[in-house]
Structure formats: C-alpha cells, structure tokens
C-alpha cells in the first residue's frame, strides 16, 4: 500500500475549465512500506483535471519515484487506487472547482437578466404601438437592434 506523505503542485495553470497540478523535486513524496519515494519528473510532472466534470485526463501517464539507486514507474490511475491520491486532490482542486461554479452561475444570472431586459424592451415596444407614440416606438425598436447586435 503507497501513502502520499507529501503533494503540493509546484505550480498551478487553470485554463477555463481545465486545471493543470504540475510536480517538481520535492514536492511530492510517497511511503511505500515504511520508506519515503520522492517524485521525479522523469516521465510524467503534471496531472490534468476537467473542473466541470472532476475528471482526471491523462490517468494513463506515468509517474516516477526514487529513493536513493531505486526506482519504481507507476501509471496515475493506479496510483490512484491504490492510494490515497484521491483526498489529496480533492483538497487541492476545492476552490478551482468552486470557482467554476461560481463563475457558471453569474454567468446564468446575467444570461437570465438579459433575457428578462429584452422582454420588458418587448413590452415597452407593444405599449408604445398601444398608446400610438411613433418616437417612442422607434427609439425603443433601434434600441432593440442595438441590443441584439451586441450580443
């Protein structure tokens, strides 16, 4: 059975609803029986996650650890399993998937206060043919054209 001891992302990239954890020297480490393996970057040095989805992207990548002349190769996605990985990344990727959240609901709500402009543009249109006010209803029909050109 493999421990993480230690995992901080040497850096993090967040590319829309992409997060790269990218690992150096140091910064990763796993106990494997009663001895400590750092990470190298030999192979694989980054673990892509899709924030929208909480999926890991490249499971099949290869990570290497050393301690001293030895070496073990273990792909991520058993590393995963046979680990607790999982919790270490689900601390690690908290706020990048909340902030994701947050960023899909102001874009709703903007999306939604949008569409409610444009109805009362529409009503106020349909008052003006009602009250016959020809300058108003050009105004408000220009503005109508604006608006959908704009978005």
Known sequence: MLTIKMMKPFYTL????DLKLVFAYQYFSVVKGKEVYQFIPVESNEIRINLKTKQIENLTDIFVFQRGTRIFRIPLFQLMQISDLVDHLKSIITFYVQQIKTDEEEEALCE?????ERQNLHRLIDKALLDGNKDLFMALTDRLKLEEATH
């Open 14 to 17: 967040q590319e829309g609803h």
């Open 112 to 116: 939604e206060i949008l569409f409610l």
